[in-house]
């Protein structure tokens, strides 16, 4: 492996981003006016508790030094620390790090867990540097963020072009600057890591586990089955990949996929694997794949389709494209991959949407048990933690699904209500300092 990007990652690199923060506000507020939200509790999530971002030189392999910047917001701790994702992308800023880091919180929130929200990352194109340089840059801007993690503060988890060996780096690196006695006791201090570094069986494919569970689950509401359903997956990187396994293993057909580099579609059916393979040979690239024809990168989101998993970057799903959709049923496999104004489009024309923050939370649910494992210091088998994520999955979609039938309300907005509720009684229980 050259490089983070290629084998598992591949995302539209020219996404954009902008609009993404008053995305999640306006979701924010919907929800927030639903429930009649305490004014001063409002106030409060309106807004991110710190803003970290550093600016630090690394030596290239040429002998040149490069300045990066890299960016960590940290949204809300009333539940519990700090959790979320680390990126390395072009399009990563401040304001991308702060919208993702308050949906992180209700995401948290909603699944359960005694975690905050937080996001981050660093705004470079992983694909030009080779993988000394990308192991420099990533334990250098660990070293700038000093106590900024920790364990039982800030959890930083692999997302957009970084995986578990850039997880494996910033635990070597942040345990290296802990005293002696301390070092063993700091290993959690991010989650996704490699099974012989302390990772979790089973937590690479738990967000697209995740995605292919809500599907199901959905599937079984309706009294439909998943056999021969159409579905296309956009980005083709861990979360497609996983998501789409697990739907073909139900006899799903792949039609149509899209990544970084182009599009490609076979109404008979893809198979995953092939195509997966394929990438792997061609540096994560899927164009060309030999089963499939090529297809305008335009033309994607109006694939015949049932099913459609947007699993790349946020705002791909515009107004723009959203009246193109042929499929009923979209799942967001990537963290704010419908704009608000998309959104309306497609509630109005009868499609469903399972939302980011219940979706794909299989992810963090994933980094939960790895968390656990490592502060107890258990070893946990692959079945052992697919059948809990299967159960905290379920707990969930039901949870959801049934707010969303008794107030007759999308799944999106009911997903908010439930999260921001759960955070809004921590507050009202503990109580504002001083």
């Known amino acids: 492996m050259t490089t983070i990007t290629a084998k598992l990652n591949n995302e539209v690199k020219k996404a954009p981003v902008k609009g993404m923060m008053e995305n999640v506000m306006q979701q924010f507020n919907s929800a927030a006016d639903h429930i009649n939200l305490h004014p001063n509790i409002r106030k409060i999530l309106s807004i991110t508790n710190n803003e970290i971002v550093v600016h630090f030189p690394v030596k290239m392999d040429s002998g040149e030094v490069e300045i990066f910047t890299g960016y960590r917001v940290q949204h809300n701790n009333a539940l519990g620390p700090y959790k979320g994702g680390l990126r390395y992308h072009p399009t990563v800023d401040i304001d991308a790090a702060r919208a993702l880091a308050m949906w992180m919180t209700w995401k948290t929130s909603l699944a ?11 705004q470079l194109d992983p694909s ?18 000093a106590d900024n993690i920790g364990p039982e503060h800030d959890i930083p ?46 937590r690479d494919r738990a967000t697209g586990y995740g995605v292919f569970l809500n599907i199901k689950f959905w599937a079984k509401r309706n009294n439909e ?27 799903a057909k792949l039609v149509a996929v899209q990544d970084a580099f182009g599009s490609v579609e076979n109404k008979n059916g893809i198979s995953v694997e092939d195509l997966f393979n394929y990438s792997i040979a061609n ?73 980011d923050i219940l979706c794909n939370s299989g992810g ?47 799944l999106r907005t009911a997903a908010f209500c439930i999260a921001i509720k759960r955070i809004e009684k921590a507050y009202i229980q503990r109580g504002i300092f001083p």
């Not at 359960?112 to 660093?122: A, M, Q, R, T």
Request: glycine residues 12%.
């Open 112 to 122: 359960g867990l005694p975690y905050g929200g937080g996001k981050g990352g660093i």
């Open 128 to 145: 030009i540097y080779s993988e000394g340089e990308l192991e420099r840059i990533t334990r250098r801007f660990t070293f700038a963020l």
């Open 157 to 202: 988890a692999p997302d957009v072009n970084t995986n578990s060996q850039t997880m494996a780096w910033i635990a070597d690196t942040y345990m290296s600057t802990r005293p002696p006695a301390e070092r063993t006791a700091n290993q959690h201090v991010v989650t996704g890591k490699p099974d012989g570094s302390g990772g979790l069986e089973g």
């Open 225 to 251: 089955t998943l056999l021969d359903k159409k579905f296309i997956v956009q980005g083709f990187g861990n979360v497609g990949y996983w998501a789409s396994h697990f739907l073909e293993k139900e006899g």
């Open 283 to 355: 540096n994560g690239s899927i164009v060309s794949f030999p089963e499939a024809t090529g297809m305008s990168n335009e033309n994607f989101y109006g694939t015949e389709c049932d099913i459609c998993i947007p699993a790349a970057l946020g705002n791909q799903i515009t107004e723009s494209n959203a009246h193109t959709i042929k499929a009923k049923l979209i799942a967001e496999g990537a963290n704010g991959p419908t704009s608000v104004e998309g959104e309306k489009v497609l509630l109005e024309r009868g499609i469903t949407i399972i939302p």
């Open 364 to 410: 963090v649910v994933g980094s939960y048990f790895e968390w656990l494992q490592n502060r107890n210091g258990e070893l946990w088998q692959l079945d052992e933690v697919m059948a809990k994520l299967d159960k905290k999955m379920l707990e969930s979609f039901n949870k959801v699904y049934e707010y969303s039938e008794r107030e007759a309300m999308d």
